[in-house]
């Protein structure tokens, strides 16, 4: 059941860092050998154990097809743990964080080699002095095998008696809204949904959460978050590299599976929906869903695609071998929603996303409306910027008097820059914030099933005219490897209203050092 929370400035302290958290707990990571585990996974358990927040006495199993010893294990576990060499209490606390970990080899579709993983959690299990025990099952795995790894730990792995048992699953979650539904309907007949974490890293990052606070928490936001005061809203992903490496993945997902109908829509739902009754999972959650039920499917003519090309002595991405030649998967993209309710109606929300761009930058940009005319001519919009990553920022572009004998607006900045204002804060890993999560059993930060099903409903159209299901699949435009992205960019924002104040603001070099 949903638990009634609100959220005060408290910050709960070392010593009640394991209150919440259910002791005699084994986390199994699924697919330890893999990249996800190695880079992710494993140090965000890492950065939980430093900081006392795993549960007292919890012991990590890794589980993957790859025959290795404990020491090869441990290597490989630790190997992405920033700061090893040159900080001693970092190297201390890893010899410490390895005497926690085990692993056991075994395949995925293979019911025996789950009842030998079965056997492991026991021997470990009968050390524990209390009746109740805990299964967090992590599956950092391909979608290929979640089916018969659901499966699998159901049958051999599930704990009836004390205690809770818990699946925690990333994305892809299908391919287009009819393979969703077989994947969500198969799983749920082994794990109910209050089992299940349906993984979207985007909702675990410092700034999207920060979302709910700065729209609830300041009356002056929520005065003007509506179509009177807003003129359209962009949300952006960039990303400064290829699919070099991972050309085989992703030119069977494309970059609208890849990043717009998941994080980018999560990041959307979290901006646009109406102030949920607590800050309860469920309630949160209601809340996305009504505001993603209130979008139609994207039209085509709302939708810009293009593709990378060689430049700046960088591969295109055709010039990938794992890329069949003649690809038209788009590796940008760039699609309108529009939300149909009374706080939205008429007001553009852009999602664009690409890769090998000029840039590594994921923002908000939400552009307000002009003034009316009279007084001023020509003077520049407000403009909000919430940047989640990197250098985490939340500045407001607004009109000032240049300080003088005169009077003469100048654009200017509202800025609170993380770095500078929080000088000693450590931002979580979106992992981090999401492994705990799940740990508590607090569902807030998770995709339930019937968000993915809106979420696909308005996707899957379009991503079938580009997947050539009734048709010939459009061509993307290119753009050259580093640029901002296709040349048609420009005017398809400025289709939607967005007008760019470039010439009159600036942001001071000095500033810039800072960061
Ligand atoms: N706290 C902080 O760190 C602050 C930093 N600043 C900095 O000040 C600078 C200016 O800020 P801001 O106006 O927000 O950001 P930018 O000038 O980088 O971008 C503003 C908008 O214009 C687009 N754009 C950028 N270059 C071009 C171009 N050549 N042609 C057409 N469109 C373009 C961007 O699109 P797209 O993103 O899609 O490329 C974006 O939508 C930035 O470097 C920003 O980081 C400002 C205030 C506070
Ligand atoms: O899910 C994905 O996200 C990453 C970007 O994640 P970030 O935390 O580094 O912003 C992206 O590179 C990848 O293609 C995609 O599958």
């Given at each position: 059941?949903?638990?009634?929370?609100?959220?005060?400035?408290?910050?709960?302290?070392?010593?009640?860092?394991?209150?919440?958290?259910?002791?005699?707990?084994?986390?199994?990571?699924?697919?330890?050998?893999?990249?996800?585990?190695?880079?992710?996974?494993?140090?965000?358990?890492?950065?939980?154990?430093?900081?006392?927040?795993?549960?007292?006495?919890?012991?990590?199993?890794?589980?993957?097809?790859?025959?290795?010893?404990?020491?090869?294990?441990?290597?490989?576990?630790?190997?992405?743990?920033?700061?090893?060499?040159?900080?001693?209490?970092?190297?201390?606390?890893?010899?410490?964080?390895?005497?926690?970990?085990?692993?056991?080899?075994?395949?995925?579709?293979?019911?025996?080699?789950?009842?030998?993983?079965?056997?492991?959690?026991?021997?470990?299990?009968?050390?524990?002095?209390?009746?109740?025990?805990?299964?967090?099952?992590?599956?950092?795995?391909?979608?290929?095998?979640?089916?018969?790894?659901?499966?699998?730990?159901?049958?051999?792995?599930?704990?009836?008696?004390?205690?809770?048992?818990?699946?925690?699953?990333?994305?892809?979650?299908?391919?287009?809204?009819?393979?969703?539904?077989?994947?969500?309907?198969?799983?749920?007949?082994?794990?109910?949904?209050?089992?299940?974490?349906?993984?979207?890293?985007y909702?675990?990052?410092?700034?999207?959460?920060?979302?709910?606070?700065?729209?609830?928490?300041?009356?002056?936001?929520?005065?003007?978050?509506?179509?009177?005061?807003?003129s359209n809203v962009q949300i952006t992903f960039k990303e400064p590299f290829g699919t070099e490496g991972r050309g085989?993945y992703f030119d069977e997902f494309g970059m609208i599976r890849d990043v717009l109908q998941n994080h980018l829509l999560?990041v959307l739902?979290?901006?646009?929906?109406?102030?949920?009754?607590?800050?309860?999972?469920?309630?949160?959650?209601?809340?996305?869903?009504?505001?993603?039920?209130?979008i139609?499917p994207i039209e085509r003519n709302d939708t810009l695609l293009g593709q990378y090309v060689s430049a700046n002595g960088k591969p295109g991405y055709l010039d990938d071998?794992t890329v069949p030649p003649n690809s038209t998967c788009p590796t940008f993209a760039a699609t309108t929603l529009w939300?149909?309710?009374?706080?939205?109606?008429?007001v553009p929300f852009i999602l664009k996303a690409g890769k090998a761009l000029n840039e590594s930058k994921v923002e908000v940009r939400i552009q307000?409306?002009?003034?009316?005319?009279?007084?001023?001519?020509?003077?520049?919009r407000?403009e909000?910027v919430?940047r989640i990553q990197p250098?985490?920022?939340?500045?407001?572009?607004?009109?000032?008097?240049?300080?003088?004998?005169?009077?003469?607006?100048?654009?200017?900045?509202?800025?609170?820059?993380?770095?500078?204002?929080?000088?000693?804060?450590?931002?979580?890993?979106?992992?981090?914030?999401?492994?705990?999560?799940?740990?508590?059993?607090?569902?807030?930060?998770?995709?339930?099933?019937?968000?993915?099903?809106?979420?696909?409903?308005i996707f899957t159209p379009i991503l079938h005219w580009i997947d050539g299901v009734?048709g010939p699949r459009p061509r993307p435009v290119s753009y050259p490897y580093g640029s901002r992205g296709p040349k048609e960019l420009e005017a398809f924002i400025e289709k939607y209203g967005y007008k760019r104040n470039s010439d009159?603001?600036?942001?001071?070099?000095?500033?810039?050092?800072?960061?």
């Amino acid at each position: 059941m949903p638990r009634e929370r609100s959220m005060s400035g408290t910050i709960p302290s070392m010593e009640t860092a394991h209150d919440d958290l259910k002791d005699n707990t084994i986390i199994v990571v699924l697919g330890a050998s893999g990249d996800l585990a190695k880079k992710k996974t494993f140090p965000a358990l890492f950065a939980l154990y430093r900081q006392g927040f795993l549960p007292r006495d919890c012991k990590i199993i890794g589980y993957a097809r790859t025959k290795m010893d404990k020491p090869d294990f441990e290597k490989r576990a630790t190997s992405y743990i920033k700061n090893a060499e040159d900080n001693k209490d970092i190297a201390n606390a890893i010899e410490s964080f390895k005497t926690i970990l085990t692993y056991v080899a075994g395949d995925y579709e293979d019911g025996a080699a789950f009842d030998k993983l079965r056997g492991h959690l026991e021997g470990i299990e009968s050390s524990y002095q209390s009746k109740e025990i805990n299964r967090i099952f992590y599956l950092a795995l391909p979608p290929t095998v979640f089916i018969p790894v659901a499966k699998n730990l159901k049958e051999h792995c599930y704990n009836p008696k004390a205690g809770v048992n818990r699946i925690i699953i990333e994305k892809p979650f299908g391919k287009d809204l009819d393979s969703a539904r077989d994947l969500l309907n198969t799983v749920k007949q082994y794990w109910s949904e209050d089992e299940t974490f349906r993984i979207d890293h985007y909702l675990g990052k410092e700034m999207v959460k920060n979302l709910l606070v700065l729209r609830f928490a300041n009356i002056a936001m929520g005065a003007a978050w509506d179509k009177n005061s807003i003129s359209n809203v962009q949300i952006t992903f960039k990303e400064p590299f290829g699919t070099e490496g991972r050309g085989g993945y992703f030119d069977e997902f494309g970059m609208i599976r890849d990043v717009l109908q998941n994080h980018l829509l999560q990041v959307l739902s979290v901006l646009t929906m109406e102030r949920p009754v607590s800050f309860a999972a469920e309630d949160i959650r209601d809340e996305k869903v009504k505001v993603l039920r209130s979008i139609p499917p994207i039209e085509r003519n709302d939708t810009l695609l293009g593709q990378y090309v060689s430049a700046n002595g960088k591969p295109g991405y055709l010039d990938d071998e794992t890329v069949p030649p003649n690809s038209t998967c788009p590796t940008f993209a760039a699609t309108t929603l529009w939300i149909h309710n009374p706080r939205w109606e008429g007001v553009p929300f852009i999602l664009k996303a690409g890769k090998a761009l000029n840039e590594s930058k994921v923002e908000v940009r939400i552009q307000f409306k002009d003034v009316t005319q009279g007084i001023f001519k020509d003077i520049a919009r407000n403009e909000l910027v919430i940047r989640i990553q990197p250098n985490e920022a939340v500045y407001l572009k607004l009109n000032s008097k240049t300080p003088g004998l005169y009077t003469r607006a100048i654009p200017t900045e509202m800025d609170l820059t993380y770095k500078r204002r929080f000088l000693e804060a450590k931002i979580p890993e979106a992992y981090e914030a999401l492994i705990l999560d799940a740990l508590r059993g607090d569902h807030s930060n998770f995709v339930r099933h019937d968000e993915l099903d809106v979420a696909w409903k308005i996707f899957t159209p379009i991503l079938h005219w580009i997947d050539g299901v009734n048709g010939p699949r459009p061509r993307p435009v290119s753009y050259p490897y580093g640029s901002r992205g296709p040349k048609e960019l420009e005017a398809f924002i400025e289709k939607y209203g967005y007008k760019r104040n470039s010439d009159a603001y600036f942001w001071p070099v000095t500033n810039m050092a800072a960061l």
